[in-house]
């Protein structure tokens, strides 16, 4: 009985994860098949690939990966109107660099998280002020889940909490004024447009605060300084970016989300002029909470501990990217990157990520 016990707990847990990433992958894949199967009716042959405006206007965002923001520029005059979706699971504990069960998050804390998973659907708008300077705007609007579990009993509940989140102006200064490289400086500020309010019905009551995680935004005015890197040759590309969140001052609730740094690079093959694909490494180090959010007990569950909130991770990303060749989907782009972590190192216990996605569109005129 004990043993079967075991074995139905176990096939809960994994049916939980599975239907929660087959959930987002599916979305992710039903759209990229169904926006390819239309741009596939507009391939035709353009200039030859490895001319050499082939990172002139239009062309030279096509190689860049998916989950890559801000890492292009515009000509004065142009404009891009860009959507994606985001997609990110978060299946299980870690401490440090080892995994942990649910069973040891209860021998510290009377409730732990089970798996959370995160949707973003982001709005972007790209204008060109000049040959120099690009200036971009994100709107974000977040869905965000959580499976809890208590130790007591081993009853199961979820939150939920969904809303816009930090929007983010962002300007992108070209150097090709200055040096023969493709490079330009990122500037970005993010203003407290997402909620830190957001509450939820959980067994320990109706309408009580929610964790950090589960917050919309950061509840500060937030700096994005970094810089950008591309270069090509024949039908190969490449890039690299590095980036920070550096956060200012904090909330009202009188706590700070800890600073990111984050750094990317990517190689990419252009197979035909309407196909891309890439390959990307990723890093990721980001801080504890200063302060902390007087509504929450921090030894109830960990996700309401400020010092279990930093980490490091490295995750690798493979993308495909289509573009539009002629008629009315000429220059429209459909993009994917599904991408997995590799290592991770967390101030846990801490939910880690699993898969991740990123679906995207874009146009420019």
Known sequence: MLIKGVYIMREKKMFVWENSLSKGCSKILFL??????ILSNSVGNKEAYGSDDFFH?????????????????????????????MYMDMPEHYSGTKKQTVDQVHNSFMISPVNMTMEMHMLGLMYGVNDEFTAMLMVPYLIKDMEHRRRSD????????QGIGDVKLSGLYSLKKYMSQPIHLNVGVSFPTGSINRKYDTLAGADQPLPYPMQLGSGTVDFYPGITYLDHKNKWSWGSQAISTIRFGKNDQKYRLGNEYKMTSWIGYKWQDWINTSFRIKGNIWGNISGEDSRLNPTMV????????????????FGINLIGQKGILSEHRVDLEIGYPVYQNLDGPQLGVGIQGTLGWQKAW
């Open 57 to 85: 206007e239009h062309q030279h965002e096509d190689e860049i990966p998916s989950g890559v923001m801000e890492a292009h520029t515009h000509s004065q005059g142009e404009w891009m109107t860009t959507y994606r979706y």
């Open 302 to 317: 960990p996700t309401a501990d400020s010092n279990r909130r930093g980490g490091e991770r490295v995750d690798l990303f």
């Open 32 to 37: 990229f098949i169904f926006f390819s199967l």
């Open 154 to 161: 081993s009853k199961q509940f979820s939150t939920q909490s």
